[in-house]
Structures are given as C-alpha cells and as structure tokens.
C-alpha cells in the first residue's frame, strides 16, 4: 500500500437563500496500492479502456459499498470511479478502475 487515498461521494444541500451548494463528503480514508495506466503488463491486456486510468486497490471496508458514483481524492487529484471488483471474489480486496477529473479551461 503505497498511498493514502479519500472515498468520496458528492453532497448537496441547500443553503440559507435556497441555493444549491456541492461538497464533498468524505466516506473513508484509507491506504492504497495506486498503480499508473502504463505500470505494468497488466494494462497493455486491458484493450477496452482507451484513456489514461489508473488503478486502486485497496482492503475492504465493512461499513461501506463502493460504487462508480463515488470519486476517489489522492493528493490533489481527483478520480471519478468507473469499475469496482472484488479480487478473487473473497471479500478482502476491491480493485477499483478510476479516470482523473480535469478541469476545462
């Protein structure tokens, strides 16, 4: 586990006027194993995904079910969550595919 990483999932409320604000709450901090698109053999068998994405794994926690609404935060960046697995199907590791949010401009 070579990184600390924040589970996150959009919040919005509505403020004193009745406007609309989104923030992001966070679900879970935990370690990570990240490993970049073009880190190992593993990506070049991975043909269906085109863009650049990185890969998270990382132990699973009981209390929460991750899904490709949530986003993952590493550092600055921000990833929005396209694919979640569970390795090996024994419920100890889930392996999340996630692509980096830019913004435009």
């Known amino acids: 586990m070579n990184t600390f ?3 996150v999932q959009k919040k919005i409320t509505t403020d004193d006027e009745g406007f ?3 923030t992001d709450e966070v679900l879970a ?3 990570a194993y ?3 698109r073009h880190g190992s ?3 070049a068998n991975m043909a269906a995904f ?6 998270f794994r990382f132990r699973v926690i009981p209390s929460l079910e991750v899904t490709t609404e949530m986003r993952i935060i590493c550092g600055k960046q921000v990833f929005e969550i396209t694919s979640v ?3 090996k199907g024994r419920g100890m590791y889930l392996e999340v595919q996630a692509q ?3 913004e435009s401009g």
């Open 50 to 55: 085109s863009n650049a994405m990185d890969l």
């Open 34 to 36: 990240r490993e970049g």
């Open 5 to 7: 990483i924040d589970i």
């Open 85 to 87: 697995e569970d390795v």
């Open 41 to 43: 053999e593993k990506w």
């Open 100 to 102: 980096e949010v830019r």
């Open 20 to 22: 609309k604000v989104e």
């Open 29 to 31: 901090s935990v370690r």
